[in-house]
């Protein structure tokens, strides 16, 4: 891990997750949050994941377990920012840098580790970051396995 990467990421990773939180209102009921950034060549995007009330979701769905949480469009597109932060940092070195991140911010602890991951992501030819995304939530939800490996 280059010094530049580290300098950048850990300048970015706070804000990400402030915004974050933020989208889900502080809430009580918020046990984690994770920010899952994902690089493939020139592209990279970044999104959270929630467990709210021992149910992991995405930003869409926090109504479905505190309907009092706002998850309108305009809420839903302060997200976007976690993206703005975290990309720069990927995209420092598309050869050697980390094709994916698993930022882990456990709310009562109040504690945050990351997890990266370096070789190729497991995609087929259409596939996109979104649908990595999807994936890989989809395996957190199944298996609690929220590793940054695939």
Known sequence: MST?????????????????YDYVDHHKAVETIWIVAYRDGDWASA????????????????TTVVPSLDNSIPNQQTLLEIS??????LMIDTVNGPTRIVVRYDVAAQTMNADFYYEPLRMGPDDTLTELYDAWVKRLQETGND???D
């Open 84 to 89: 703005d932060l975290l990309v720069p940092p």
């Open 47 to 62: 999104f959270p994941v929630y467990k709210i009330s021992g149910q992991v979701v995405i930003p869409y769905y926090v």
């Open 147 to 149: 590793s940054a490996a």
């Open 4 to 20: 530049e990467f580290q300098s950048a990421f850990e300048a970015a990773v706070p804000a990400a997750l402030q915004i974050a």
